[in-house]
């Protein structure tokens, strides 16, 4: 077979700064090094490259280790079987860049070289090399993956490419989303017949593919295809039956439609309060209160949404599978009254317990699993504040108490659950309130926590047994919990008053 050979690239290829000093590190005598995959892909485009990815004929584990120590980042084993590590390097904006460095991937029975590894890769867009060593505008592209990318095609490098890995399909879906590609029609078929294997995948695999989708671009759509696929099924089969359950007025959609609408709003609402603010966004209806109410706390709440669990799963993405099954309890809850009105009593605690069993099917960390059992638990809680109308330190705490880190997540989601139940705002007095509810609520948490989130006590224990003459029991629990409610609201502000009110509540008692 002739030597793959490059062509020059038709359009300029974007690379970052640090190819020069990758290029410089190589160790003299290595075996040839190719840019590979997304990385040649997004540099194409034009896109931010975020990660390099690396191969060679030769052991990638140990080329990674040498371009660690010479770069002076840090290296880690990946694969020692497929001679794959990665190497860390932190960059002058605080973020890092990951280069990952593998050896050539073939299929069983090829010959180890740069057309077979690309040949066996997943779609063609990403079948693509740059020798890193060479002319950094010229790609090798055996399976005419650049003219897909110019016609925003998605297509598979070979007919079986989903069979041999089945979360292929859901890279798909993902591709598609990201890049704005659109799946010719052996693609599609191949994802339809193929992506039945799913379920013969790791559960951690899936895990993986399924929160990259969730955390990219247009996650609401994103999901809609992988349902018209037949994957979404597979993967969470808990959304199944909330096709079609009817809901009463201010409900517009079924259980279904209006959690999409609930992913996508939540989309926007993250967009909005991202420092890039989208400001077009603020044209949509509501989204102009956020902006003007809201803006204060945008610094902070990035700072909370950039909170990374384990293997660098998003603060993002784990909101996105909370909206996706805040009201997966309702089927199972669902009652008619007398009058004819559909009823889901308790469904939020049904939701938390089988959102908690996702997140275990899924292999989510015990901390994810407890917090997206709490966002579902309690997502309907600022609602019932606003309904309120009046909003006390005293409901603030109880709010805290019960949500603990997850409150930030439940005060982000209620908006986007706001704006997905009636399509649009139709009740601005209404809205403005819910809106208002969020406010106070983060106000309270990043302006007041110590004197109505958490506020430390005047009194413990042991000055309640003592004053009180009482002994250790459920009582003190009580009185203490009730001290820290008066705190909140402000009822109480010194040792005396402190005094006087556990001493009322215990008489009453």
Not at 281 to 293: D, F, K, P, T, W
Not at 306 to 325: D, F, H, V
Not at 405 to 410: K, L, M, T, V, Y
Not at 444 to 466: H, N, T, W
Request: glycine fraction near 8%; charged fraction near 30%; hydrophobic fraction near 45%.
């Amino acid at each position: 077979m002739e030597a793959l050979q490059p062509q020059p690239s038709p359009r300029r290829l974007v690379w970052p700064d640090e190819i020069a000093r990758i290029r410089a590190g190589l160790p003299a005598g290595a075996p040839p090094v190719y840019l590979v995959g997304g990385t040649v892909r997004d540099a194409f485009l034009g896109r931010p490259v975020h990660d390099i990815d690396l191969a060679t004929p030769g052991d990638g584990l140990k080329l990674a280790r040498k371009l660690g120590g010479a770069l002076s980042g840090a290296f880690y084993p990946l694969d020692a079987e497929r001679g794959t590590g990665r190497v860390v390097l932190a960059r002058a904006d605080g973020s890092r860049l990951i280069i990952d460095v593998a050896q050539f991937r073939v299929r069983e029975g090829d010959a180890l070289s740069l057309e077979t590894d690309l040949r066996a890769r997943d779609f063609t867009v990403n079948a693509l090399a740059v020798d890193i060593a060479g002319d950094l505008q010229a790609v090798f592209d055996p399976t005419g993956g650049l003219d897909d990318l110019q016609a925003k095609r998605l297509r598979l490098c070979a007919p079986d490419a989903i069979a041999r890995d089945p979360t292929r399909a859901l890279r798909s879906v993902r591709y598609s989303m990201m890049l704005g590609l659109h799946m010719d029609a052996p693609t599609r078929e191949a994802v339809r017949r193929d992506g039945r294997q799913l379920l013969r995948v790791s559960a951690e695999r899936v895990r993986d593919a399924f929160i990259g989708i969730l955390d990219g671009p247009r996650p609401a759509g994103a999901l809609r295809v992988l349902d018209s696929l037949g994957l979404l099924a597979q993967v969470a089969p808990e959304v199944e039956a909330l096709k079609g359950q009817r809901q009463d007025p201010p409900h517009v959609y079924d259980v279904w439609e209006h959690t999409l609408a609930v992913i996508d709003h939540l989309d926007a609402v993250l967009r909005l309060l991202a420092p890039a603010r989208d400001d077009n966004l603020g044209a949509r209806a509501g989204m102009a209160v956020i902006v003007s109410e809201l803006h204060a706390f945008r610094p902070a709440l990035y700072a909370h949404l950039a909170t990374e669990w384990p293997n660098e799963r998003s603060m993002r993405s784990l909101l996105m599978l909370a909206a996706l099954l805040h009201d997966a309890g309702k089927p199972e809850t669902r009652s008619v009254d007398e009058a004819g009105r559909t009823r889901f009593f308790g469904h939020e605690a049904v939701g938390a317990e089988m959102a908690e069993a996702f997140a275990q099917t899924l292999r989510l960390s015990r901390a994810e699993g407890e917090r997206l059992g709490g966002i579902v638990r309690h997502h309907m809680r600022p609602l019932l504040l606003a309904k309120a109308r009046q909003v006390s330190g005293k409901s603030i705490y109880r709010f805290f108490r019960d949500t603990r880190d997850a409150g930030i997540d439940i005060c982000l989601l209620a908006l986007a659950d706001y704006l997905g139940t009636a399509g649009q705002v139709t009740d601005l007095e209404a809205w403005g309130r819910h809106v208002g509810v969020v406010k106070k609520l983060l106000e309270s948490y990043y302006e007041r926590y110590e004197q109505v989130v958490k506020p430390r006590p005047l009194l413990d224990g042991r000055d309640i047994k003592r004053e009180l003459q009482i002994q250790e029991g459920p009582e003190v629990g009580r009185l203490l919990r009730a001290l820290l409610e008066a705190q909140a609201d402000g009822e109480v502000s010194s040792y005396e008053e402190a005094l006087a009110l556990v001493r009322a509540v215990h008489r009453a008692e």
